[in-house]
């Protein structure tokens, strides 16, 4: 038994030496830190920095920096500059490219300009430990592209020469990386540029006259051989790399480039793209993010050295705000954009990430910049994500005030195409939320009612299926009472909220309705409830409903609808929906709302050729919900219109709406209603930043820190 305990205690020793157990460490990490970290909105690449930070040597020394996470931190590195150069949109690039180049030249001389002199003279480092901290301030990640792509302001001129910028600033960054990498080898001289441009030309050549040839015909060929094709990608990313070592350039620039190369052979929405960004973010860049962390000393914070650190930090954060911010003012300038156009294009353009980070550990390795610099470069990264995520919401929502939206924002379901899915899971009140589907659903719709019953995973898969079909036989019993087709569908999923996910998507769901939601366990509180998890699983419209009253005892209909909900891809659709509920019911319809709100449901009704009576309660302070009770009554039903995270008409008071609505009005029929939304489209999911509520509200008490519009 001691020979057991010891073989035991000395598997668990730190560091860790066992290859298996590190591996499950690491695996362990990747899987909690997201989870753990997003109910308070902490960016998913700082929270994987700080976990390498706290397991790594200087932390709980679980983990030391070994050959084997070397690779894989390698491998994420180029990883992330590949998925770089393949995300970059080059036919927006090509609408724009004189504005683009423009802009990019701004974005990429101004930073540097104002970057070197601070290192140089202020934080007196060297010649060419300036020149690479100054060009890491030219660099930016699109962190916060979700934000327009939800607002539907993707299509923008000022958002189109900002994705171009990008590879302008991005590409000339990398040459100046691999000037920087020769001259700290030695002296620069005639020789080393006439072997640089000799071999950069020759590296260009192949990459982007042979590969993408080589790439087209293997494409072409090998057609059935889906996993051929991931690989054969992956090869040319580590060949690029390594033809960039062999032309004395840094390998990150080989994977960029390698990324441009096979752009338009890829498609953004292909499933390719969607093994290459799904292997990516499950793996190596996450090992990429970790082993950064264990290169932080937390120590040097609590000690002397410290407050080094966080002036360092505090410099390089003010002079990478402060460039970007001065780029998108000289593009103000120089087309003549108005404040809230130059707020979105410092937005976008803030935010230093992925590249930022590639860049300074190239430096870190090469002994070129010291600790503090990577230490600040951490804190620049989480607070110009920050600001970033604030000042493009800010901007953003203003854009679609003015009424500058994409016109094909606006999603319009056609009659006799509407699907709509209903998961079935409490069987007592099924049957009233099965008669509000009947009554909403187009009758130019041929199809029928799909009626899901999720069965989880598990040793009592096939009993539990036995069990849904009976269940679901019930419902389709009670629906032909009504004459209402049904189609019953049974899915066996590990996760119930992923199996309505998938379900939603294979019957192409323009509508989701569901029950009220039930109290949920301490886990479900922690990994997110199963209404949060369907919600981040689907892009449907989704009607929530407690119907447990007969539609007959109520006498109206109270729509409570936030600002800026007439900007969301689904208003037509819920408000179509309602206006056929309450003519089936012949009920009079109250909506409270504001007055730029209250224009755009009459324009909607006007459309509708709507014949219900109507009237409006105008109501301005939608940050305190509670205010809300003045406008019910008990006898009217009541629908409270709500928005998904991160959307446009989005706001904290909307957090958690369902359970205190649910306490607050206990006797009352309520809909709780959550627009469908537009697909998020980003880089990765590390790199994805939602505003945390407490940086929201002080972005609201404050106003946009950056300026405002004069009236």
């Excluded at 469908?676 to 946009?704: C, M, W």
Aim: with cysteine.
């Amino acid at each position: 038994m001691n020979k057991v305990f010891d073989h035991l205690s000395h598997a668990f020793e730190a560091p860790l030496t066992n290859p298996v157990l590190i591996f499950s460490l690491v695996l362990f990490i990747i899987l909690l830190s997201p989870i753990l970290l997003r109910p308070i909105k902490v960016p998913g690449i700082i929270g994987l920095i700080i976990s390498g930070m706290i397991i790594g040597p200087h932390g709980l020394n679980w983990l030391e920096k070994n050959s084997a996470v070397d690779l894989f931190s390698t491998i994420g590195l180029l990883y992330i500059m590949f998925i770089a150069g393949l995300e970059l949109d080059m036919n927006e690039f090509k609408k724009t490219k004189h504005k683009s180049l423009m802009f990019g030249f701004f974005t990429f001389i101004i930073p540097i300009s104002i970057g070197f002199p601070v290192c140089y003279y202020i934080l007196d480092y060297s010649l060419l430990t300036s020149i690479l901290i100054a060009s890491m301030f030219a660099t930016h990640t699109l962190v916060s592209y979700p934000i327009v792509n939800r607002y539907g302001i993707s299509k923008s001129e000022v958002v189109a020469i900002t994705i171009g910028g990008t590879i302008l600033t991005d590409t000339a960054v990398l040459i100046i990386l691999a000037v920087i990498k020769g001259a700290s080898q030695g002296d620069i001289n005639n020789e080393f540029w006439v072997t640089l441009g000799v071999s950069f030309a020759i590296f260009l050549f192949i990459m982007f006259g042979v590969i993408p040839k080589i790439a087209k015909w293997f494409f072409e060929k090998i057609e059935g051989e889906k996993t051929a094709h991931y690989i054969f990608v992956l090869t040319v990313v580590f060949f690029a790399a390594f033809l960039a070592e062999m032309a004395n350039l840094e390998p990150i620039i080989g994977a960029f480039v390698a990324g441009l190369a096979l752009n338009k052979l890829i498609p953004h929405s292909s499933a390719l793209m969607n093994r290459i960004e799904f292997i990516g973010n499950a793996i190596f860049i996450p090992f990429f993010l970790i082993s950064v962390g264990m290169i932080v000393d937390i120590a040097v914070f609590t000690k002397a050295e410290g407050l080094t650190v966080f002036y360092v930090a505090g410099v390089l954060t003010l002079v990478g705000v402060v460039g970007k911010f001065l780029a998108a003012t000289a593009t103000q300038w120089t087309f003549k954009y108005n404040n809230t156009e130059r707020n979105l294009i410092f937005g976008l353009s803030n935010a230093h990430a992925a590249a930022t980070l590639a860049i300074i550990m190239v430096g870190y390795n090469n002994q070129i910049i010291d600790e503090n610099v990577l230490n600040g470069t951490i804190i620049l990264i989480l607070v110009s994500c920050i600001i970033a995520s604030i000042v493009t919401e800010n901007a953003s929502k203003k854009i679609v005030m003015a009424g500058h939206q994409d016109q094909k924002h606006m999603e319009h379901v056609e009659e006799h195409e509407e699907q709509i899915l209903i998961p079935i899971a409490n069987l007592s009140n099924m049957e009233a939320i099965l008669d509000f589907a009947t009554l909403i659903k187009s009758k130019k719709s041929p199809h029928p009612l799909n009626i899901l019953s999720v069965v989880p995973n598990d040793e009592q898969a096939e009993r539990n299926v036995q069990l849904a079909r009976q269940n679901l036989d019930k419902m389709a019993r009670y629906a032909s009472g009504s004459e209402t087709d049904v189609e019953l569908i049974t899915a066996i999923d590990f996760n119930i909220a992923n199996g309505i996910g998938r379900a939603s998507r294979e019957a192409f769901a323009d509508c989701l309705i569901l029950g009220w939601p039930s109290a949920t366990s301490f886990v479900e509180k922690i990994v997110g409830e199963k209404t949060e998890s369907i919600l981040n699983r689907t892009d449907a419209s989704l009607f929530m409903c407690r119907l447990d009253k007969p539609f007959i005892t109520n006498k109206s209909i109270t729509i409570f609808v936030p600002p800026l909900a007439e900007s969301e891809v689904g208003f037509a659709y819920w408000m179509e929906k309602m206006c056929k509920f309450a003519q089936e019911l012949s009920l009079p319809v109250r909506y409270v709302c504001n007055f730029r709100t209250k224009q755009s449901i009459e324009l909607m009704l006007d459309t509708l050729q709507s014949s219900i009576p109507v009237s409006y309660d105008l109501y301005e302070d939608w940050d305190n919900i509670y205010g809300l009770a003045t406008f019910s009554n008990a006898d009217s039903l009541l629908v409270f219109v709500s928005a998904r995270s991160g959307e446009v008409s989005y706001r904290d008071s909307l957090d958690g709406l369902a359970k205190r609505v649910g306490k607050f009005y206990k006797n009352q029929n309520l809909i709780l209603i959550f627009p469908s939304r537009v697909a998020d489209l980003h880089i990765d999911e590390y790199e994805d930043v939602q505003t945390a509520p407490i940086f929201r509200k002080i972005s609201r008490e404050i106003g946009n820190m950056f300026g405002k519009e004069k009236n």
